[in-house]
């Protein structure tokens, strides 16, 4: 199945209608021959003086305050535009990061006590003990990002190791593991390739069979049964796969072709895709993060089905 040149154009006008500037200069650095440099403009919006970002980055909750969780979603869209080491975004990044105390060997806080000061997903919510149910998301993967953005005998990249083996150590002995826990150490492993023979002498265990106990993670996390798809938060396929070289493609057989044909079919008349998630509070402001979040699937789902040949 093929997206077709009308429904792109349709796409297209709708990010140009309804998109954040952000999302919009993401799409447009990815298909419409746009620069890095409106992307990153887009993206200093966000960022605080203390080099973290906040103000509602992340759609599902609005804490203007520097957040990791938050600072985590910029490194993930530097990381997509292959920004420089030297962006001064990215210097003030890895200082906040460096200068954050962790609350857990390996953990910077993934949600934070302001985060009920305004609008959120009730997920966002801080409680007492909150972290044991984030574990390390986003840390092992902000743990990754400050190891390949910085000098490799800096306190930074020494932060990142130290983060990068408590996580390894927390991964595997685990049975089983969240969707976006999972998603964080898949993006930490892709980080660390360059960094495999350093890797293999700090860290406890070889990168290779770190991976190979994600792929494991990621294969049991996943719905095998496509009759269920789109009837709730499921985890898909296409949750972890993004082009077709990745090794879960072999294993999982036709379910990547099912779920490439569910995200075509779920597009709605104006080319993108409502969500599957509500706050279930805060009706006004979900409505406005409902469609931010169509501006970030669109630009997501489009680039994975881009790498599979469906444009």
């Given amino acids: 199945m093929n997206?077709?040149?009308?429904?792109?154009?349709?796409?297209?006008?709708?990010?140009?209608?309804?998109?954040?500037?952000?999302?919009?200069?993401?799409?447009?650095?990815?298909?419409?021959?746009?620069?890095?440099?409106?992307?990153?403009?887009?993206?200093?919006?966000?960022?605080?003086?203390?080099?973290?970002?906040?103000?509602?980055?992340?759609?599902?909750?609005?804490?203007?305050?520097?957040?990791?969780?938050?600072?985590?979603?910029?490194g993930q869209i530097l990381i997509e535009v292959d920004a420089h080491p030297n962006e001064k975004l990215i210097q003030a990044l890895t200082q906040y990061l460096t200068n954050l105390p962790q609350i857990e060997p390996g953990m910077w806080p993934s949600v934070t006590p302001e985060n009920n000061d305004y609008p959120h997903a009730f997920w966002w919510k801080w409680q007492e003990g909150a972290q044991q149910f984030w574990q390390f998301n986003p840390s092992v993967e902000l743990a990754a990002m400050l190891i390949h953005w910085s000098p490799q005998d800096s306190k930074s990249a020494q932060i990142g190791w130290q983060t990068i083996k408590q996580a390894v150590e927390h991964l595997m002995t685990a049975p089983q593991m969240d969707t976006h826990e999972i998603q964080n150490f898949q993006q930490c492993i892709k980080l660390m390739r360059p960094?495999?023979?350093?890797?293999?002498?700090?860290?406890?265990?070889?990168?290779?069979?770190?991976?190979?106990?994600i792929i494991q993670l990621s294969e049991q996390s996943i719905d095998h049964d496509p009759t269920s798809w789109g009837e709730g938060y499921q985890t898909l396929p296409l949750n972890y796969i993004t082009h077709p070289e990745h090794p879960l493609c072999n294993r999982l057989g036709n379910l990547v072709e099912k779920n490439i044909e569910l995200y075509i079919n779920e597009m709605t008349n104006e080319g993108v895709w409502d969500i599957s998630w509500n706050w279930e509070g805060f009706d006004q402001e979900f409505a406005v993060a409902r469609r931010q979040w169509q501006g970030i699937l669109a630009v997501d789902r489009y680039k994975t089905l881009r790498n599979f040949g469906c444009l």
């Fill in 3 to 74: 997206i077709s040149k009308e429904t792109f154009q349709k796409t297209d006008a709708w990010m140009r209608r309804n998109a954040r500037p952000l999302e919009l200069a993401r799409w447009e650095y990815h298909f419409k021959g746009g620069s890095k440099e409106n992307v990153l403009d887009s993206l200093s919006a966000f960022q605080n003086e203390d080099g973290g970002f906040g103000h509602g980055l992340e759609p599902d909750f609005w804490n203007p305050h520097s957040t990791p969780m938050a600072t985590w979603a910029a």
């Fill in 195 to 213: 960094f495999e023979q350093t890797f293999n002498q700090v860290i406890n265990d070889q990168l290779h069979d770190v991976s190979e106990k």
